[in-house]
């Protein structure tokens, strides 16, 4: 999953996240013993995911997760971490000083403060919101030709069944159920992978009406790691 010359990068960021992770309270103490498993290897499966020389987005990033784990994996991409908490890009910013990751730049704000302003070949995202919220605050990130690829859990189906009248009104193409490290995770990470059903279709006042109905939905902020 890590290249050797990578590898040390990936164990650094582990022991940040296992300290000051823990001391400013991104992560719960009881993950610390269980980062691997749980978190860094889960997030890192996802790399496969992923188009060589891709530019990335990882929204409601958090402490990194996926987004500086798949960073530390695929140097040949460019990752972009969005984060609206102060504290946890602080963090991120440390982090990527500490590591030398020159293709990571760290964003406070929410994913819809780029609405119309940037696009990206992958929007990725871990355990931020349900596919409803997600699809309105990810799309209009997702450049014509590219893929919103969402972690999910064994209710990934139930989602996408329960979205289906919003994604024809997104013009979505059908989403894609994927399991990803089969051979080396138990359980699999599940991965939500959703394009444009027409490239040439999609525009910017889709987008906007689409992202203001999500808005006045109750958000629910990305939980810390617990």
């Known amino acids: 999953m890590f290249a050797s ?6 164990e650094r960021y582990t022991q940040l996240l296992a300290t000051e992770g823990v001391v400013r309270g991104l992560i719960g103490p009881r993950e610390a013993p269980r980062l691997w498993d749980r978190h860094i290897l889960n997030s890192g499966v996802v790399a496969e995911a992923l188009p060589a020389g891709a530019s990335v ?8 997760l996926p987004g500086l784990v798949l960073a530390i994996a695929r140097p040949d991409v460019q990752m972009t971490l969005i984060e609206p908490l102060l504290r946890r890009t602080t963090f991120l910013e440390e982090v990527v000083a500490e590591l030398g990751l020159e293709n990571v730049t760290v ?14 070949d992958v929007v990725t995202s871990r355990a931020v919101a349900p596919l409803d919220r997600l699809l309105g605050w990810s799309m209009p990130l997702v450049a014509p030709d590219g ?3 969402a972690m999910k859990g064994q209710s ?7 979205v289906s009248e919003l994604l024809r009104t997104w013009r979505c193409a059908t989403p894609e159920v994927r399991t990803l490290g089969d051979e080396i995770l138990d ?9 444009w059903s027409d490239p ?13 109905r999500a808005e006045r939905r109750p958000r629910r902020s990305k939980r810390e790691v617990s």
Request: a negative charge; one cysteine or more.
């Open 57 to 64: 987005c990882d929204i409601g990033t958090g402490a990194g």
């Open 5 to 10: 010359d990578r590898l040390g990068l990936v």
């Open 147 to 149: 893929a919103l690829v």
């Open 187 to 195: 359980p699999p990470t599940t991965v939500v992978r959703v394009e």
């Open 156 to 162: 990934a189906v139930d989602e996408i069944a329960a």
């Open 200 to 212: 040439s279709s999609i525009g910017w006042p889709l987008a906007r009406v689409s992202s203001r």
């Open 107 to 120: 964003v406070r704000g929410r994913a819809e403060d780029l609405h119309g302003e940037r696009t990206f």
